[in-house]
């Protein structure tokens, strides 16, 4: 059975997905791709290869065509959903996603905003649609968690869950406490090696990593978590010094998004931790520790992000709703 899709955004995730999907014999075909300029429809599926050559050189595809175009338009069987994380409504990934919910049309995202503020109201569409929402892209990359949450855990209760969900701070953490570099020098060097945006502030300040926070508790407990209740504090106040003095004690600072349901606790803050600890790790890896009652307490660690970790997660979720379609 081949599996239609269509491609919202193309940038790194975007063209990711496209590169993987053209490279590796999966059974998808792309009917219709769009970038906020320009969209290409094609039934039959189109050249992928044409696709990302155009876009090397500006648009992706005709200027008159918009992304609303081809939600509206293409045939496909699933809306990838890979355009910029709009925190504050979600827009204008929302309207796109509900618009191909109503269609029929299953969602694969990583899009942070319309999950993080809209995933109960996504789902009770989908479900009176018989389509699914998955976003396993949305938290910590290439890593499974969503995937792991529902299947490999099924039927665990999760008492808690704390990880490091933002690998730019946790790059920056790494350099301060290694080198002695101070906050501005590290992120500096973040930027230059394109590991934090031109303008980190979300990162730095913990709210990246709240959003995430977010999804995934409403993901477990479902119990409406929102930005809002989170509790943030984030790394850009930390000094060198605070660095050395965990330090001398065994200890490093790492940025921790932590969630105790029964405790009503939900916050992101740096934190003393011993240098033996599971969520202790250099670079811009991410990883989750999840406290259950049957399988203990689980740590799962990965590439955070990425234009083909991320595009991993994608065809993850890609996958799981073709296998999932075949046998209903
Ligand atoms: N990069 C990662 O490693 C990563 C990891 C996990 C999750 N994410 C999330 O995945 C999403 C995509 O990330 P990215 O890094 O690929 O972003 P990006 O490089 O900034 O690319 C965004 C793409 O979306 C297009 N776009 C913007 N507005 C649009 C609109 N209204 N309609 C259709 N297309 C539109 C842009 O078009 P133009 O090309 O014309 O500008 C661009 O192609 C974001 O929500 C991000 O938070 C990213």
Redesign the pocket.
């Known amino acids: 059975m081949t599996i239609r899709v269509a491609v ?9 997905v496209l590169e993987m999907i053209s490279r590796k014999d999966l059974g998808i075909i792309v009917t219709g791709v ?6 290409l429809i094609d039934p039959k599926g189109l050249d992928i290869g044409a696709v990302l050559s155009s ?1 090397k050189t500006g ?2 595809g005709n200027p008159s065509i ?3 175009d081809v939600v509206a338009c293409a045939d496909y069987d699933i809306l990838v959903e ?4 709009n925190a504050g409504n979600g827009e ?2 929302l309207s ?1 996603m509900k618009m191909a919910i109503e269609r029929g049309s299953h969602i694969v ?5 319309p999950i993080s503020l809209y995933l109960k109201e996504l789902n009770r569409l989908a479900g009176e649609k018989g389509v699914l929402v998955r976003y396993e ?2 938290v910590g ?1 290439a890593i499974p968690i969503m995937h792991t949450l529902g299947n490999g855990l099924a039927g665990n209760e999760f008492q808690a869950l704390y990880g490091v969900l933002n690998g730019t701070c946790n790059y920056i953490l790494t350099r301060m406490a290694a080198e002695g570099l101070t906050y501005d020098q590290a992120l500096a060097e973040a930027r230059e090696l394109g590991y934090a945006e031109a303008d980190p502030t979300y990162d730095v300040k913990g709210i990246d990593a709240a959003i995430k926070l977010v999804i995934l508790a409403n993901t477990i407990w479902d119990n409406g978590a929102s930005l809002d209740r989170v509790d943030i504090t984030g790394i850009d106040l930390l000094t060198t010094d605070a660095l050395r003095l965990a330090e001398e004690k065994d200890c490093t600072i790492r940025l921790i998004a932590e969630a105790f349901p029964e405790r009503g606790v939900l916050r992101v803050s740096p934190r003393i931790i011993r240098k033996d600890h599971p969520l202790v790790f250099e670079g811009t890896l991410n990883a989750i520790t999840l406290e259950t009652d049957m399988a203990g307490e689980i740590t799962l660690i990965g590439k ?4 083909v ?2 595009a991993s ?1 994608i065809i993850g979720d890609i996958l799981f709703i073709s296998s999932h379609v075949r046998s209903n």
């Open positions: 919202l955004g193309m940038g790194s995730v975007g063209k990711g769009a970038d906020s300029k320009s969209g876009k648009a992706c918009t992304a609303k890979v355009t910029p994380t204008p990934a796109y995202t990583s899009n942070k905003g892209a949305t990359g955070g992000a990425g234009s970790e991320t997660a």
